[in-house]
């Protein structure tokens, strides 16, 4: 079994009326509408059927009857329904001609996007980049773009035909019969195979959001790729999973082309019988012949889409499947602000007894960490490599919610603030600078969009950006490549210090912002951080001991714990873990 084939087994085909219910919440507002517009098509197709069983009495009375009356009555039966049903379905997709169904998408793929941000960072970085992509794009367009077209095809097949084997019935009860048995057997067919069709159609989304997420990691991560050698295992990977895709769409295939041509064989044969009961009730004068010649026009005009039946029931699938990713994104919780909403009266900072685990994780990431850092201090966290320095740091921005104690900012915990206060108290200058394929003004003034373009140079000059970025073709103009691809690794870093700078928040998180860059960069990027740790509260991670000496305060976690907290002369004093980093840093210096 591939990893496909297990994600299906975890999803189960969902009953049509949850299918319809969760089609209408994606609707939202415009619910009434399409619900509307589907009643319609039913309708229309209801009027299409009558049109079509009228022209058995109007053939009856002009060649049979020879009652002229009667046949006008008929032929106006016929066109009345005719034009209806015709009007009724262009109402129907009027819906879609309004462009409706376009702002349903675009209604949906915001809301979706609002989730994003409402749910915990955690939940969100867990999933993986390329799911959400085609949740986004593909499932969305699949819900949406065939909804109008399937509901027509389906009732125009399955209502038509029914109501003209109704209507035969006053005629000749035999071949009414006989066209109505062609149904329970679709039925019992299509339920017996509908779960095998479902699960086919969700092997394949499955499969599609497998590759989507290997081939956007696999993008992303080529130049590491090539460096590390490992271009071809990843290489490899990716191939499994077009292997993975083909091997579900070929079963997807077997399963879906037999039945299909089973049913339309089984039609066919449908037909073939009320034909020849037909031609036999004509031969022993039981039914006259133009009755049989309308008859089979009928029959003919419904019997191709009949017998396509189980493809538009697979499009259905599709739309069910589409519909389960939707619904499995919505029913993610969100981030909760707790009430009553609270204000930080300063800015210092404190953990209280907190402890985390990671959602994905068995292991005891943080454990009753307290910790009072005040305001306007520098505080400096060190400790081995996996000891939980960023994890501190990434629950202090509520990455996720620790499972026991809490955590607060000038008194305030931060449960009880709202996402854009506790965004506007901290920034955080990261190692590895995330920018965005835009030009340099735009990857800066992100950090407060309100920011005029003066101050928006002037954040990148006070982060020794402005030589080199003046330097560059099309100066504060210039796009920066997909990550800031066509900067070098400290011309990265001094923008995030611009934009921390021109954020200016109250506290600042640097993380380990120096560790990556050579000695020449580190001294322009340590330059436009003197400026940024003046008169806030700083917290700095770092695993060079020789830049924390100045802090007020060194924290040492270790295995997710405080294990000791001073200013360096009192941690060297206790020789302790902190003293035997020391010493060792001072040995391979
Ligand atoms: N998203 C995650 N899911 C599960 N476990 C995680 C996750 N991120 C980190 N961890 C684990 O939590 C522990 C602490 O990680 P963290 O990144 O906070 O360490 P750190 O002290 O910052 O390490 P380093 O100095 O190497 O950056 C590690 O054991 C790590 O494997």
Not at 19 to 42: C, H, N, V
Not at 201 to 206: I, K, S, Y
Not at 337 to 352: A, L
Not at 413 to 427: N, T
């Amino acid at each position: 079994m591939n990893t496909t084939e297990i994600a299906m087994e975890n999803r189960r085909f969902a009953p049509i009326r949850k299918t319809w219910e969760s089609l209408m919440r994606t609707a939202g507002d415009r619910a009434q509408s399409l619900r509307s517009s589907i009643f319609k098509l039913g309708l229309s197709a209801v009027l299409q059927g009558l049109a079509l069983a009228s022209i058995l009495p109007l053939i009856d009375a002009l060649c049979i009857t020879h009652d002229m009356n009667s046949a006008l009555v008929w032929l106006s039966i016929f066109t009345l329904c005719f034009a209806f049903s015709a009007a009724l379905r262009w109402r129907a997709y009027h819906f879609e001609f309004r462009g409706e169904m376009i702002m349903i998408t675009q209604f949906l793929r915001t809301e979706l996007g609002r989730k994003m941000r409402q749910m915990p960072l955690q939940d969100i970085q867990g999933a993986r980049s390329g799911e959400l992509i085609h949740t986004l794009l593909t499932s969305v367009d699949s819900t949406l773009s065939y909804v109008l077209g399937v509901a027509n095809a389906i009732f125009t097949s399955l209502l038509v035909p029914i109501i003209v084997a109704i209507v035969l019935l006053a005629y000749d009860w035999r071949l009414s019969l006989a066209l109505l048995a062609v149904f329970p057997a679709i039925v019992f067919f299509y339920h017996r195979r509908r779960p095998a069709f479902g699960q086919s159609a969700r092997g394949v989304d499955e499969a599609h959001k497998a590759l989507y997420s290997d081939a956007v990691e696999y993008i992303q991560g080529l130049a590491i790729l090539k460096a590390v050698g490992q271009e071809s295992a990843q290489r490899h990977r990716l191939q499994a999973r077009f292997d993975d895709l083909e091997a579900m769409q070929r079963k997807d295939t077997q399963l879906g082309s037999s039945p299909n041509l089973l049913m339309t064989s089984m039609v066919e044969l449908g037909m073939l019988t009320v034909m020849l009961l037909g031609v036999y009730l004509v031969m022993i004068g039981q039914l006259p012949l133009a009755l049989l010649g309308a008859f089979l026009v009928i029959v003919i005009r419904f019997a191709e889409p009949l017998s396509s039946l189980v493809l538009y029931t697979y499009m259905f699938d599709m739309l069910e499947s589409a519909m389960g990713d939707l619904d499995t994104l919505r029913a993610q919780p969100n981030q909760v602000v707790f009430e009553p909403q609270q204000q930080p009266r300063d800015y210092g900072i404190e953990f209280s007894q907190m402890s985390f685990q990671y959602a994905n994780s068995n292991k005891v990431g943080l454990c009753d960490v307290s910790l009072s850092i005040p305001e306007r201090s520098m505080t400096a966290i060190v400790g081995p490599s996996g000891a939980g320095k960023t994890t501190l740091m990434k629950l202090m921005q509520r990455y996720a919610d620790p499972q026991c104690g809490a955590i607060r900012i000038g008194g305030a915990d931060i449960r009880h603030m709202s996402a854009a206060e506790l965004s506007g108290l901290v920034s955080v200058v990261f190692q590895d600078v995330y920018l965005f394929n835009d030009t340099v003004l735009h990857n800066i003034h992100i950090a407060r969009p309100s920011a005029t373009r003066e101050e928006v140079q002037q954040a990148a000059r006070l982060a020794n950006c402005d030589e080199f970025v003046q330097a560059l073709p099309q100066g504060y103009e210039t796009i920066v490549g997909e990550r800031g691809g066509n900067l070098s690794g400290g011309e990265r870093q001094r923008i995030s210090i611009a934009r921390a700078i021109l954020k200016d928040s109250p506290i600042l998180v640097l993380d380990e912002p120096t560790a990556s860059l050579d000695v020449e960069n580190e001294t322009l990027v340590q330059g436009a951080l003197n400026y940024l740790v003046k008169s806030r509260t700083v917290i700095v991670i770092s695993h060079r001991l020789s830049t924390v000496q100045g802090a007020d305060r060194i924290v040492v976690l270790e295995a997710g714990r405080v294990t000791e907290c001073g200013n360096h002369n009192a941690l060297m004093a206790r020789q302790g873990t902190y003293y035997r980093m020391q010493m060792a840093q001072c040995s391979t210096a």
